[in-house]
């Protein structure tokens, strides 16, 4: 978080935080919501300026309750997620995923499918949803320990259906980015569920008394 911010937030404690104004959408751009509808599903405006977008992947963050914000000085901003915390790409010399904020992902701990056909992973940076326009490439890169991508084989099964009879259920038990340890699970989700098995909120929300 950038000291001025910091600063700011010593010097004016009290801010009321905001929700509704600015939301991530799923291929990683900020959009603006000048009317405080983003948990409304409006589209609102993508942010252009590469300066404020910088600024806002600096000092975005969480709470222990899984709301993700932009800390605008002393007020906090909640951001409403079309997708996930975080949006996973490929960088650009195709040697490691990073998020839309500019950091490395690190460590994939567990990546999850939802029943509406995303990809997800649990990284050492937070919550991520693949940008869809990786997925292929990824799944591509994405192998079981019998040498096969996790592209061959959703080819030979026809993409897999999910019909969990728990919230959860794991579809493969290892998967190894580019064959590299260490190995991580696939799991299986209703898309509805997903945020709370990630620890996020989509569409955070001030309290009801305010």
């Given at each position: 978080?950038?000291?001025?911010?910091?600063?700011?937030?010593?010097?004016?404690?009290?801010?009321?935080?905001?929700?509704?104004?600015?939301?991530?959408?799923?291929?990683?751009?900020?959009?603006?919501?000048?009317?405080?509808?983003?948990?409304?599903?409006?589209?609102?405006?993508?942010?252009?300026?590469?300066?404020?977008?910088?600024?806002?992947?600096?000092?975005?963050?969480?709470?222990?309750?899984?709301?993700?914000?932009?800390?605008?000085?002393?007020?906090?901003?909640?951001?409403?997620?079309?997708?996930?915390?975080?949006i996973l790409r490929?960088?650009?010399?195709?040697?490691?995923?990073?998020?839309?904020?500019?950091?490395?992902?690190?460590?994939?701990?567990?990546?999850?499918?939802?029943?509406?056909?995303?990809?997800?992973?649990?990284?050492?940076?937070?919550?991520?949803?693949?940008?869809?326009?990786?997925?292929?490439?990824?799944?591509?890169?994405?192998?079981?320990?019998?040498?096969?991508?996790?592209l061959a084989h959703?080819?030979?099964?026809?993409?897999?259906?999910?019909?969990?009879?728990?919230?959860?259920?794991?579809?493969?038990?290892?998967?190894?980015?580019?064959?590299?340890?260490?190995?991580?699970?696939?799991?299986g989700i209703g898309?509805?569920?997903?945020?709370?098995?990630?620890?996020?909120?989509?569409?955070?929300?001030?309290?009801?008394?305010?």
């Open positions: 978080m950038d000291k001025q911010v910091i600063q700011a937030m010593q010097r004016w404690p009290d801010v009321p935080a905001a929700c509704g104004w600015l939301s991530l959408d799923a291929r990683g751009a900020w959009r603006l919501h000048e009317h405080g509808d983003a948990n409304q599903g409006m589209p609102g405006e993508p942010i252009a300026h590469d300066g404020l977008r910088a600024f806002i992947g600096r000092n975005y963050g969480h709470d222990d309750q899984g709301r993700w914000f932009f800390q605008n000085g002393p007020q906090r901003v909640f951001v409403t997620l079309q997708a996930a915390p975080y490929w960088n650009a010399a195709q040697t490691q995923l990073e998020t839309h904020t500019g950091q490395t992902a690190g460590e994939i701990r567990c990546w999850w499918l939802s029943s509406d056909g995303w990809l997800y992973a649990q990284t050492a940076s937070g919550p991520a949803a693949l940008d869809g326009r990786e997925l292929e490439a990824t799944a591509n890169r994405l192998f079981l320990p019998d040498g096969r991508s996790l959703w080819q030979a099964a026809h993409y897999p259906e999910l019909s969990c009879a728990t919230p959860a259920c794991c579809l493969l038990p290892a998967l190894a980015l580019d064959h590299q340890p260490p190995s991580a699970p696939l799991m898309a509805a569920l997903l945020p709370a098995a990630l620890g996020f909120e989509r569409a955070p929300a001030l309290p009801a008394d305010r």
